[in-house]
């Protein structure tokens, strides 16, 4: 008898739990079957009127009636409980378009950038970068690096002259000067920085630039170690195998001079506009140490012998991005900056 | 200076070379090309001027036919016949009275001279490079001064005043009416040349009008001297005047070819003017022959600085073909006397003749050897790392970096009240913005602001540069904050960006210049230093450019900020192992008291135990009075050995509210 209306529990509570539309509606189909006072609990307790042997059957079958309908009750509430996180949630709903708010990054100068770049490749050859003063002295920036007063070689460069007696250093060439005389050979250094030409601007010429000076002084340098080492190096700078001549060229303070050109990385030599269809692009003056001014800064050169050369940061700058006018390094303008 | 392939061909006859070729070698081995073109029948070979200032010789086509003779081992030929030149004394007489200035001074006097048109080739050859034919006693000397190269100049002996040629300083108040039409005031400073009556030339710039060559000359005095380097070169930049001669004399020219030219010209002047005749022989007077020592060269060192090897012979033969003469004085060492032409002053060292061997060899046949250096650490450079550190923090807070010129100038004077006679001047400036250095960044980022208020209304830009006083530059890192609709929200902004970069630095209210916002100015102290300042840009600057907006400014010293961040030492504290307990405390102030007075009395009250303290918020209104304000802090404190109990909390809460009573603060408590 009771195991049939176990039965009749079980079919009719799962059919309330299966047409339930809500949370609250199953809660009350549970409560009405499973709670304390439900169904369930009034048949077991008429179990105490039962034979025992037939009592152990029904209470196996009640204990299966009751785990399945928990079971079921569990499952459906979950499913119920789902859904209703689903509604909120898609009520959340955000345009991930919309702007963010704050302030985002700004931008280094494409010379800072170019700069730190060659920094980081000379530092990793081993060189120690340097930064001089912009006013030097006419020693530093003429006279020990062999320019003195009556050398043609200072009508190169329009100076400007201070009211101090000093000047706007027109070539970051006296920071060989300070480093040779700050630290002895061997010696491997770079230094970037302002220079000034007192001239004209316009979209190719400034009055205000950047260079980077380079110097190695060792035991033995040669025209060789110099072909090899700026080959690597703008190696590194353009990021691919380059091709390098050197040229006879003057500068008073080295000896031999060169110029130095790289073939052209836009035709590969074949002679395009950038080359002036020759090929070759001019790229840094360099050369070997003149002896004058090694021995100016106190060192032997029959014991010591190095090269020295120019690279022109602000020419590498507008290579690299194409800036066809130079003033808008120094124009302060953000629709510029904010490309970089 | 222009070349033409057929007046070189003429001198270095057998050459093979296509001018298309030439161009390429002469590049290569001696001085840059800047174009070839043609022009009539011969080529014209264009090099670029500055690669020739150290070359007195190649200004001229012999010395160029040399190197091209040397580079593609064909014969050179002289054009000069010594033999031509008269003996005999001379009609004329020349005195140097400043041989300092004036090296050799060598004449001719010709009679029956007729100046006319010259010949076809020879203005040809002249046209071709680019100078005009005058007549034909004028163009022979410009011919010799493009050849040898000797400029010489043609005076008409009979307009001269006495048969002496006087080679002096000028004398005030002279002056010459030049060639070119111009009248030169002359100083003391000037060489002349002068006769009896005055200067008839200004040495080795230009002739004067007076003694020129003319369709009556009949008899003429041809000059042909040298003259010191720099004083040419003084001379001439201070009259403004460069002319074809001075600028080959600025080379420091060869004394050795003033004779030379004088020769030359007796050769072509007979062919261009029949009939001419020498008078007497030359005056020909010379400060005494500087020496030059032979230089050692032992083909080691040449084999060294170049890092190729190159035989014995190979050096000679290319140091003979440039004209130096050689003797072998040793094993695998050669003497090398330098020829006059190159020994004005371009070659007197060993390292001299390695160059003449290298681009001779070729610096493409010297294969790339790798160097071998020493192992050393560089010596450090502090400053770097730590630049590059603020500027990444900086645009990462929104700010863009601007190079600005480290010039200033008056109207930054006005504008920032500065004074300009404590800024360095400059001498020679090119425009009127550019008369002074910089001695603040702040002005420039003003101008900054002026350049892009146009285009946005709110941005952020910073510089790293020098600020350049009398006594030294002192790198700075200088940002401004510009907003259209500006407010004192900006300011503290700037100060969350201050801390961003000097963490824990704080501002001390200071006494404004004469740019910054008189109450909102602030000194930035750092580690117990003051590195620079925080302000807010005085708003008349700004309206003044018809500007609404404010400006925020920083601007720290980075080599001081630099020092202090190395000095900063960082070592590990124990994490406390037991609670801290926390109250609030509400002080009612006068309203310009700085919390930060607040912040420290309570922090120097709550003594070891205090933990942490944090602000809460200010607050100005009812009840409190419109000059006050109640500031709120929450104090955390705590024991390294224990949980504090509620009363020891409590006597801590009541001796800060003691103390800060006994200092003057009321508490709402």
Known sequence: ?340 | MKFSYDWLRDLAPGLAAAPAELEHLITLRTAECEGIERAGSDWVIEIDNKSLTHRPDLWGHYGMAREVAAITGVKLLDPVKPELLPAGESPMRVEIADPARCFRYSALLFENVKAGPSPQWLRTRLENIGANSINSVVDVTNYIMAELPQPMHAFDADKLAGDTIFVRLARAGESLAALNGETYELTETDLVIADASGPIALAGVIGGMASAISEETTRVVLESANFEASGVRFTSSRHRLRTDASVRFEKALDPENTVRGLARAIELLRQVCPGIRLAGGVADTRAPVRSIEPIHLPIRFIVRKLGKEISQAEVTRILSALGFGISETGDAELTVTVPTWRATKDISLKDDLAEEVGRMVGYDSIAPVAPRVASIVPPPNTLRPYLRRLRAQLAAQGFNEVYNYSFTNETDAQRFGLDLGEHIAVRNPIASELTHLRRSLVPGLFRNILTNVRYFPEFRLFEVGNEIHPKGEIMHVAGVLYSAQGNEHDFFEMKRVVECLFPGARLVAAEARTYEHPARTAEIHWRDSAIGRLFELHPAILQIEGLEGRAMVFDVDAIVAQRLAAAAEIRYKPLRKFPTSGFDLSVVCDLRTPVDNICDALRKLAGASLAAIEFVRQYVGPPFGPDQKSVSYRIEVGALDHTMTAEEVTAIRNRVIEGMRALGFELRV
């Not at chain 1, 009127?49 to 499952?75: C, T």
């Not at chain 1, 001089?132 to 043609?152: K, M, R």
């Not at chain 1, 010591?304 to 507008?318: C, E, I, K, N, V």
């Open chain 1, 1 to 340: 008898m009771a195991d049939s209306r176990l039965e009749e529990l079980r079919r009719s509570t799962l059919a309330a739990f299966a047409s339930a539309g809500s949370l609250e509606e199953l809660e009350k189909v549970r409560v009405e079957a499973l709670g304390r006072k439900g169904a369930l609990a009034q048949i077991s307790k008429e179990f105490g009127r039962i034979a025992a042997d037939e009592r152990a059957l029904l209470g196996k079958l009640l204990n299966s009636v009751k785990q399945d309908l928990e079971s079921e009750y569990e499952s459906k509430k979950r499913r119920f409980e789902q859904a209703e996180l689903a509604e909120r949630l898609a009520g959340e709903w955000i345009d991930v378009t919309l702007p963010a708010p704050g302030t985002r990054p700004g931008s280094l100068h494409p010379v800072t950038q170019l700069q730190n770049e060659i920094e980081d490749l000379f530092t990793s050859l081993g060189f120690a970068v340097l930064y001089g003063p912009e006013v030097e002295s006419e020693q530093h920036n003429f006279d020990a690096l062999n320019i003195p007063a009556t050398h043609p070689a200072r009508d190169m460069q329009d100076t400007f002259w201070l009211s101090n007696g000093d000047l706007l250093r027109t070539h970051t060439s006296p920071v060989q000067v300070r480093g040779m005389r700050a630290f002895k050979p061997p010696l491997r250094m770079i230094a970037p920085g302002r220079v000034f030409r007192n001239e004209e601007v316009d979209a190719s010429h400034e009055h205000t630039f950047y260079q980077v000076e380079g110097m190695m002084v060792d035991r033995d340098v040669s025209v060789a170690n110099l072909i090899y080492f700026m080959k690597t190096l703008l190696g590194g700078i353009f990021g691919r195998e380059v091709t390098v001549r050197l040229r006879p060229g003057y500068f008073p303070f080295v000896e031999p001079g060169f110029e130095l050109d790289i073939r052209c990385l836009i035709c590969d030599g074949a002679g395009c506009p950038v080359c002036k269809h020759s090929g070759w692009v001019e790229l840094c003056p360099c050369g070997l140490v003149h002896p004058k001014v090694l021995r100016m800064s106190d060192i032997d050169p029959e014991e010591w012998g190095g090269f020295a050369f120019g690279l022109g940061l602000t020419r590498l700058a507008m290579m690299r991005y194409g800036i066809d006018d130079i003033r808008l390094l120094q124009g302060g303008d953000l629709r510029f900056l904010t490309q970089f």
